[in-house]
């Protein structure tokens, strides 16, 4: 097969690694890709959001599937856009139209889908500029602390969570009139905030059945001890042991089932990755969030996990013959440290020259880039916040751990930073 893989993180660099492995790779593109993804395919110089560079490539190479790693593609309608070009309609996509991607497009939208189809989640209001007052007064309703949340797509940055009256008034103004979030935070969402534990299940889905992947837990906080303001991402760790069996069940029950048949109950095809952000509140499941894709950095801690050839996987969900998939998941344990740019996730420098990638005695780490590039001289350089993804593997979630941080303390630039607690609560809770 030939593939054609959309997106330059380190979600997409886990995707190139694993499609890799498949004997039905024959050719893989990445586009844009990044320093890292080369090693396992060709990198061409196409945008995610270029549609029409996007489906010239698909005609003028044969491409047989299209995998669409980051979300904006997706919620801008790429997969709608290529159905109506008769010439490349037929190529399968993983990832969903316009319709599905609003499951992570509009926070209101997914909260109504939500609602409408009897999933649990917190309760919640949305406003306006217009209806400003009211969502003031609505806030000061509210048990302290309040969540808030841009309507629309903000890099995984617009959720703020107010632990006074003030805070959150000066955020929804912040927000809805100074546009702190740009277009995005045009509505706001105010939500109940959930007590728990976090986690984020993946499920990829062809419209009719689906398969649940390994379960992952992120780190979303810049500094240690779950502080400072929100990133993209510091870590992540799979499996995740407060996630049983019995839980599980209840999350495939309660939030899986239905939202699959939810998606059908409104007519939308749904053919790619739902990522489903939940809250375990003294054992029931709770939706936070949709995403309509894979999560990053948790791609990069689920993946080696799987043993199953990942692209059947992908061409099964674009296709409709996930039915006929089997899922197989090695007992390994995964942990993902982030490395960032200095000064993420406010303002940071790039083309920082990256030392330590080359040599290592670590075998039990896999190192994903990615915002990295190759410089004039071929050097690889910083090329975003978050630059590399370090993911250790082992016989227990202590192993995983000790194995990434030691692959982490080879590698350095100018102005380096990381999280040194990642799965540290995890390791409380017991392996």
């Known amino acids: 097969m030939n593939i054609l893989l959309i997106g330059s993180g380190g979600r997409e660099n886990a995707f190139a690694w694993k499609i890799k492995q498949s004997e039905k790779c024959e050719k893989l593109w990445i586009a844009p890709g990044n320093a890292g993804s080369s090693a396992f395919g060709e990198n061409i110089s196409i945008g995610v959001n270029d549609f029409e560079g996007i489906k010239n490539f698909c005609l003028q190479n044969k491409v047989d599937l299209l995998v669409v790693g980051p979300e904006e593609p997706l919620v801008r309608g790429l997969k709608d856009y290529m159905a109506q070009i008769p010439e490349v309609a037929g190529i399968p996509i993983v990832g969903p139209g316009e319709s599905g991607a609003r499951l992570e497009g509009s926070k209101d939208f997914s909260k109504n889908f939500m609602m409408a189809h009897g999933i649990p989640t917190a309760s919640y209001a949305t406003f306006t500029s217009a209806s400003l007052q009211e969502g003031v007064d609505y806030l000061k309703k509210q048990n302290l602390p309040i969540v808030l949340k841009a309507d629309g797509l903000a890099a995984?940055?617009?959720?703020?969570?107010?632990?006074?009256?003030?805070?959150?008034?000066?955020?929804?103004?912040?927000?809805?009139?100074?546009?702190?979030?740009?277009?995005?935070?045009?509505?706001?969402?105010?939500?109940?905030?959930?007590?728990?534990?976090?986690?984020?299940?993946?499920?990829?889905?062809?419209?009719?059945?689906?398969?649940?992947?390994?379960?992952?837990?992120?780190?979303?906080?810049?500094?240690?001890?779950?502080?400072?303001?929100?990133?993209?991402?510091?870590g992540a760790i799979s499996p995740v042991p407060f996630a049983d069996k019995a839980f599980m069940e209840k999350v495939e029950e309660r939030v899986v089932k239905p939202t699959i048949s939810g998606l059908k109950k409104d007519g939308i095809d749904f053919r790619g990755f739902l990522f489903i952000g939940l809250m375990n509140m003294e054992g029931e499941p709770y939706v936070i969030e949709y995403n309509v894709r894979m999560g990053d950095p948790e791609t990069q801690a689920v993946l080696p996990r799987i043993k199953s050839d990942f692209l059947e996987l992908l061409n099964a969900t674009a296709n409709k013959t996930l039915i006929d998939y089997k899922l197989e998941i090695a007992p390994t344990k995964a942990a993902t440290v982030v490395m960032v740019a200095g000064g993420y996730p406010e303002a940071y420098e790039k083309g920082k020259a990256i030392s330590g990638l080359e040599e290592t005695n670590i075998k039990q780490a896999i190192t994903f880039h990615a915002g990295t590039k190759l410089d004039s001289a071929d050097q690889v350089v910083t090329n975003g916040g978050r630059v590399l993804g370090i993911t250790g593997l082992g016989d227990s979630v202590e192993k995983a751990i000790e194995n990434a941080y030691l692959r982490v303390s080879e590698i350095t630039w100018e102005k380096a930073n990381y999280r040194k607690d990642i799965g540290q609560d995890i390791l409380k809770l017991g392996n």
């Not at 103004?173 to 702190?180: A, N």
């Not at 935070?185 to 992947?213: P, Q």
């Open 156 to 234: 995984g940055k617009g959720v703020l969570i107010c632990s006074s009256y003030e805070e959150a008034e000066s955020s929804l103004k912040d927000m809805l009139i100074g546009q702190k979030f740009g277009d995005a935070s045009t509505r706001v969402v105010i939500e109940t905030f959930l007590t728990g534990i976090e986690l984020s299940v993946f499920v990829a889905t062809d419209g009719e059945n689906y398969k649940i992947l390994p379960e992952a837990k992120d780190y979303k906080r810049i500094g240690e001890g779950d502080t400072g303001p929100n990133t993209g991402g510091m």
